[in-house]
């Protein structure tokens, strides 16, 4: 699969916006980490795929990768019941000294 392809948006939110502004220092038990990133994926791409995608797209280092499925919701429309499509989430943590400048 092409990596224009694994990343399908990425996802600006209240929520998005506020994760990918707070880094952590290092601490004795857990090494320091960058901003998350919430990008909303191709249903079929692994975390490796993503992992690589990332980096490469916006030349980061991408410490974690963090994915959920989000199941379609019931919806009536006139007389008749549909499902809003499935799609993918993934939150991508980076390394200490890197930012995507998207949010």
Known sequence: MDIY????????????????R???????SRAGRGGAY????HPQANKIEIRDAIEKIYGVKVRD????????????????????????????VLEPDFHIDLF
């Open 65 to 92: 990768v963090r994915t959920s499925m989000h199941k379609g919701k019931r919806r009536r429309y006139r007389f008749k019941y549909g499902l809003t499509r499935q799609w993918k989430k993934a939150v991508v």
């Open 5 to 20: 392809h694994v990343i399908r948006r990425p996802l600006v939110t209240e929520k998005g916006t506020h994760q990918s």
């Open 22 to 28: 707070v880094s952590h220092a290092a601490t004795r």
């Open 38 to 41: 919430s990008f909303e994926v």
